[in-house]
Structure formats: structure tokens, C-alpha cells
């Protein structure tokens, strides 16, 4: 039996091949693991070369991304996935040009530059991994110029705005709103949060990404709040015992071809009704974890701790989350100011 259920995997196909063993996991049903098995099996059975049906790459990278990503990178690959299979489906890799690329990216840009290099990413990405395993040997992705992008400040709103926001939301979205900005949280972290990554006895909350090298489901360990403690004490209180997430709602799954209760995907929606009943500037929620950082910053709270609190492995990640706020830039100037007057002065009675 090559393909077979495996608890908390989901279907897995498993074969050997010339000794070889080929093997994947976290399938949803056992007809989507038989196709992925039957796609490796005629790429296996094909004569080795270096160029394949680029419609085989896609339906092989996309394999590779649902079992060990997360997925919302799996559902950002399939939709750019879609876009290049319908132009590119009955040519070989070889035969996807640099021209054909530029003709891509230069439709992309009239959305915009930045939607324009995304598409450039994840198709030099596409390349890049039929490289490292052995499928083809060049991507041509890699040699598209990206267009260039005038980056804008990013906008973070103030502590101010964010308790207007919060005044103005729904009791189960205002719970949201304080669970994203007292724990310093992306939203798809809050979204997939479980009671059971609660302790409301050590008072703390475990976070869990999966943005790290390999997709790698990661945790962190963050203290809770006294006014988020109290809220979620609250929301356990009145929770449905059948369900397992903090925050989730009914919803039509076509999988299942029925209504079930799972976790959010995406919640971004109700904030642009909220900023604008608050008077405020529309922001969404990760503006939020700017905010949080940059506040924890202006009280002097070390950028190590920010950036564990944040989840970044790499400490320049944080200091671009971290914006100067209340009057910490005209100190800083008249500070210089003061010192350069102070020199002048100096420079004076030297001369004297």
C-alpha cells in the first residue's frame, strides 16, 4: 500500500524507487495524495534531461509547498501558479524566455511596480527550486530586471488613534484588536490561536509562525497583559466546548460541501469601517506590531527584547519596525543643535 492515512499527517504517498525512497505528507484526502504520487512516478519513469513541461514544475513545486509551508504561502503560490499556467501550460521550461517573462512583468506593472517584482519573485523562486532538485538547469527569472519602487513611510498610527478604533469595534472585535496589540502578534498568529496555547495560570500565550527558514512551525512564549488576561479569561468562560480556537467563525467549506467552524483567514475588512466611524487614518492590522515596537522603544525597552517579543530572527527585521514617535526627533535636533552652539562657543574663546 503506497498510500496510506497517517494521524495528525493527513494521506501520504510512499514508494521506493532504484532504492530510492519518495515519500510526502499532509495531504487532505487520498485521491489528492494518489495524483501527487502519480505525477512523481512519470516524472521518475521520464528519460532524464535537462528540461521538463513547465505546467510538471508548477504541479510539483506546488506539492512541495502544501506539505512543508504554511498555507498561506501555498495559497499565494497557487495564485500565481494559475496566472502562468494559463498562458505557458503546453511549453517546456527551456522554452519559457526572458522576453516572455518581461511581457509578464510589464502586465503586472499596470497594477503596480510592487506587483510587478512580486510575480518576478515567485517565478524566479519556481526556477530556482527545479534547479536545486535536479529538474532543469537555468532560470530565466533571474535575469528580469525588477522595476523600481519608491518606497513610502510606512504609517502607523498613533496610541491615540488605535483607542478610537478600539471605542468604535464590536465586542468580539474589539477582543481581537487588544489580543493583536498587546501581544504584538500577526494576524494569521492570532487567527490560528487555540486555547490550549493559553496558560492562564503562568499567564502567557504561545504564538506559533511559520516564518522561518523552511517553513518551520516555530513558537514563542509571550506574557500575557492584566487587561488581555481578563479578556480572555472572559472569552474562555463563555466559549463553545466543541470548538477549539479563540477567535473563529461558521462558514461554507466547498472541501466539505457543507457549513463548518474553523479558524479566520483573513478579518482585515472591519477595520476600514472602524477607522472611518473613529476619524482616524485607515491602517490594517500590522501596523499594529509597528506601533507596539515603537513604542516599546521610546521607553527604552532594549531591541533584543523587542525583537524576541516580535518573533524576528534577524535584528535589522526589527529596527524597520521601530518609527520615531512623540517628540523623540526634535529632541534628538535641537540635542545637535544645543552641541553645535557649544562649539561655536568654544572655537571662540580658542581664538581670544
Known amino acids: 500500500m ?68 504554511s498555507n498561506d504561502h501555498y495559497m499565494d503560490t497557487l495564485y500565481h501558479a494559475r496566472r502562468w499556467v494559463k498562458d505557458w501550460s503546453g ?83 474589539k477582543d481581537y484588536l487588544y489580543c493583536l496589540r498587546d501581544t504584538f502578534a500577526r494576524s494569521r498568529e492570532i487567527n490560528n490561536l487555540t486555547w490550549n496555547d493559553i496558560d492562564f495560570d503562568a499567564k502567557t500565550i504561545t504564538l506559533y509562525t511559520r516564518k522561518k527558514k523552511h517553513g518551520t512551525k516555530t513558537p514563542r512564549l509571550i506574557p500575557l497583559t492584566e487587561d488581555l488576561l481578563e479578556i480572555l479569561r472572559q472569552r474562555y468562560k463563555s466559549r463553545d466546548i466543541s470548538v477549539k480556537w479563540v477567535f473563529w467563525h461558521r462558514y461554507y467549506s466547498r472541501n466539505q460541501r457543507k457549513v463548518v467552524n474553523g479558524p479566520y483567514r483573513d478579518r482585515k475588512k472591519f477595520m476600514r469601517s472602524l477607522c472611518r466611524r473613529a476619524g482616524v487614518r485607515y491602517f490594517r492590522f500590522h501596523p499594529l506590531r509597528h506601533a507596539g515596537a515603537s513604542f516599546m522603544e521610546s521607553i527604552g525597552i532594549p531591541i533584543s527584547h523587542i525583537q524576541e517579543i516580535l518573533g524576528h530572527e534577524n535584528r535589522k527585521t526589527t529596527e524597520g519596525y521601530i518609527h520615531s514617535i512623540g517628540n523623540s526627533k526634535n529632541e534628538a535636533i535641537e540635542k545637535y543643535q544645543q552641541a553645535k552652539r557649544k562649539l561655536q562657543v568654544d572655537k571662540i574663546i580658542c581664538n581670544d
Open 2 to 69: 503506497t498510500v496510506y492515512f497517517v494521524e495528525k499527517k493527513g494521506w501520504r504517498f510512499d514508494f521506493m524507487r532504484k532504492g530510492e525512497r519518495y515519500t510526502q505528507a499532509f495531504f487532505k484526502t487520498k485521491r489528492e495524495a494518489e495524483k501527487a504520487e502519480q505525477r512523481m512516478k512519470d516524472y521518475l519513469e521520464r528519460p532524464k534531461s535537462t528540461d521538463m513541461a513547465f505546467l510538471d514544475l508548477v504541479e510539483l513545486r506546488l506539492d512541495e509547498v502544501k506539505q512543508r509551508l
Open 91 to 173: 511549453l517546456t521550461c527551456s522554452e519559457i524566455t526572458i522576453g516572455l517573462i518581461t511581457k509578464l512583468r510589464d502586465e503586472r506593472s499596470k497594477i503596480s511596480n510592487q506587483t510587478a517584482n512580486k510575480e518576478l519573485r515567485y517565478l524566479s523562486s519556481l526556477f530556482s527550486w527545479g534547479i536545486r532538485k535536479g529538474y532543469i538547469i537555468d532560470n530565466p527569472a533571474s535575469r528580469v530586471d525588477k522595476l523600481r519602487v519608491e518606497k513610502q513611510p510606512v504609517y502607523v498610527p498613533s496610541l491615540g488613534d488605535i483607542e478610537k478604533v478600539l471605542r468604535e469595534a464590536a465586542p468580539d472585535q
